[in-house]
């Protein structure tokens, strides 16, 4: 969230070291995001062995979005201040005691004290508010769009917790499962601290946090991108977490099945993420977030009549992983130009809770407006569909989104 991510540096320092630090921070975003995810695949589990309810199941998966989520605000700002290399260390380091507390939860068969777990494994989900400022600091205006997207590939953390999580429970167990990705997450906690380096273009910032964070609040860019990142990111982060229950209930896929799906489903998201940013860098981000959300609009409502061939609803699923991912590299690329520019870091990181609150409900909407009669979803499907068509709308007020950046035109920070 620094916006010493601005400073006159020289292009030749930058490039000295930003790809490394780019990849290893992607790489540790994909085992936070791994870590952060790690219920979802294994619900239908929780579901079997405690008697939940698809409420109970509901809250279950979304609650470690929450806290992600909110978390996120106070962890970009002392992203700012301290540095994502720190940062990266310490979020990873109380992550990995987290997952091993969330397989004693499970084992105990309390649905309360999993779910408790579960809230404060939610802090797994912060290493994006680390991960945007510290990959963007690297990168120079007209490359951070890319920066930011390919970072943002970090997502992929959840196709492989989807894909890999209820294959580890098979081969090793449950708690051995979670041994291993405990083990993975603290060893990149230690390589975060020995071999990640901060841009030379960041500097600690002598002025206080909170008041930065009160002003981001009242600008008017900084609710509308939130609005356009919840939408996006939310749904997204939505379907990474609750796809392996919606296939289960819908279409009696098994837990492996419906993680393998569900893997494809996020993999789809992660390939589009940096070529929307990209996009966005050439194009401007408008064009990209108007074709993301008419996508998504068009491409909910055909799930929403379930149906039966795969063939089908899993094309339209992937196409909608893909529309999700190209919308969520447009916004982000979206920041730097619509936000002041000392504000860009601030905003940046409300936007980013913004979009892991987003994911937040819709799980709880999905479990509470399931048919489970008619086997159908087609309230809480229609009910993105809704959104993603106000998302369209607002995208045609929100400022500077064109294909030239206004600001680098008339020669403004």
Same mark, same amino acid.
């Given at each position: 969230?620094?916006?010493?991510?601005?400073?006159?540096?020289?292009?030749?320092?930058?490039?000295?070291?930003?790809?490394?630090?780019?990849?290893?921070?992607?790489?540790?975003? %994909?085992?936070?995001?791994?870590?952060?995810?790690?219920?979802?695949?294994?619900?239908?589990?929780?579901?079997?062995?405690?008697?939940?309810?698809?409420?109970?199941?509901?809250?279950?998966?979304?609650?470690?979005?929450?806290?992600?989520?909110?978390?996120?605000?106070?962890?970009?700002?002392?992203?700012?201040?301290?540095?994502?290399?720190?940062?990266?260390?310490?979020?990873?380091?109380?992550?990995?005691?987290?997952?091993?507390?969330?397989?004693?939860?499970?084992?105990?068969?309390?649905?309360?004290?999993?779910?408790?777990?579960?809230?404060?494994?939610?802090?797994?989900?912060?290493?994006?508010?680390?991960?945007?400022?510290?990959?963007?600091?690297?990168?120079?205006?007209?490359?951070?769009?890319?920066?930011?997207?390919?970072?943002?590939?970090?997502?992929?953390?959840?196709?492989?917790?989807?894909?890999?999580?209820?294959?580890?429970?098979?081969?090793?167990?449950?708690?051995?499962?979670?041994?291993?990705?405990?083990?993975?997450?603290?060893?990149?906690?230690?390589?975060?601290?020995?071999?990640?380096?901060?841009?030379?273009?960041?500097?600690?910032?002598?002025?206080?946090?909170?008041?930065?964070?009160?002003?981001?609040?009242?600008?008017?860019?900084?609710?509308?991108?939130?609005?356009?990142?919840?939408?996006?990111?939310?749904?997204?982060?939505?379907?990474?977490?609750?796809?392996?229950?919606?296939?289960?209930?819908?279409?009696?896929?098994?837990? %492996?099945?419906?993680?393998?799906?569900?893997?494809?489903?996020?993999?789809?998201?992660?390939?589009?993420?940096?070529?929307?940013?990209?996009?966005?860098?050439?194009?401007?981000?408008?064009?990209?977030?108007?074709?993301?959300?008419?996508?998504?609009?068009?491409?909910?409502?055909?799930?929403?009549?379930?149906?039966?061939?795969?063939?089908?609803?899993?094309?339209?699923?992937?196409?909608?992983?893909?529309?999700?991912?190209?919308?969520?590299?447009?916004?982000?690329?979206?920041?730097?130009?619509?936000?002041?520019?000392?504000?860009?870091?601030?905003?940046?990181?409300?936007?980013?809770?913004?979009?892991?609150?987003?994911?937040?409900?819709?799980?709880?909407?999905?479990?509470?407006?399931?048919?489970?009669?008619?086997?159908?979803?087609?309230?809480?499907?229609?009910?993105?569909?809704?959104?993603?068509?106000?998302?369209?709308?607002?995208?045609?007020?929100?400022?500077?989104?064109?294909?030239?950046?206004?600001?680098?035109?008339?020669?403004?920070?």
């Amino acid at each position: 969230m620094s916006s010493a991510a601005d400073a006159p540096v020289s292009g030749a320092s930058l490039k000295d070291g930003q790809l490394r630090n780019l990849v290893l921070a992607t790489i540790a975003s %994909t085992v936070g995001f791994w870590a952060w995810t790690v219920i979802g695949p294994l619900s239908s589990r929780y579901v079997a062995e405690m008697d939940l309810s698809p409420g109970q199941a509901s809250v279950l998966v979304a609650m470690p979005i929450l806290v992600g989520s909110v978390a996120r605000i106070p962890v970009g700002a002392l992203t700012d201040r301290y540095g994502g290399r720190l940062m990266f260390t310490l979020v990873l380091g109380a992550t990995a005691p987290l997952v091993l507390l969330t397989a004693v939860a499970g084992q105990t068969g309390s649905f309360a004290f999993t779910v408790v777990v579960a809230f404060f494994l939610g802090i797994a989900g912060t290493v994006f508010a680390i991960g945007i400022p510290f990959c963007s600091a690297w990168y120079e205006r007209s490359r951070k769009g890319f920066a930011t997207g390919i970072f943002g590939a970090g997502m992929v953390g959840t196709a492989v917790s989807a894909f890999f999580t209820p294959r580890l429970v098979a081969a090793v167990g449950y708690f051995p499962a979670h041994l291993v990705i405990a083990a993975v997450v603290a060893v990149m906690a230690v390589l975060s601290w020995l071999l990640l380096r901060e841009s030379p273009a960041w500097s600690r910032p002598t002025e206080p946090t909170w008041p930065k964070i009160r002003h981001a609040f009242t600008l008017k860019v900084t609710w509308q991108l939130c609005f356009l990142y919840g939408v996006v990111f939310g749904a997204f982060v939505a379907f990474s977490n609750y796809l392996p229950t919606y296939l289960g209930n819908v279409y009696d896929w098994d837990a %492996t099945a419906a993680g393998t799906r569900t893997a494809g489903f996020a993999v789809a998201a992660v390939i589009a993420r940096p070529i929307g940013g990209t996009i966005a860098d050439r194009v401007g981000p408008r064009a990209v977030t108007l074709a993301s959300f008419a996508g998504t609009a068009v491409l909910a409502m055909v799930v929403a009549f379930r149906p039966e061939e795969e063939r089908v609803y899993g094309t339209a699923f992937l196409a909608m992983a893909v529309f999700l991912g190209l919308g969520t590299g447009g916004v982000f690329a979206w920041v730097g130009r619509a936000a002041p520019a000392r504000d860009v870091g601030t905003v940046g990181g409300i936007i980013a809770a913004a979009g892991g609150l987003g994911g937040y409900f819709p799980p709880l909407v999905m479990g509470a407006t399931y048919d489970a009669e008619n086997r159908s979803y087609f309230v809480g499907l229609s009910l993105l569909a809704v959104f993603a068509v106000l998302a369209f709308l607002l995208t045609f007020i929100v400022r500077n989104g064109g294909r030239v950046d206004q600001r680098a035109a008339a020669g403004t920070g």
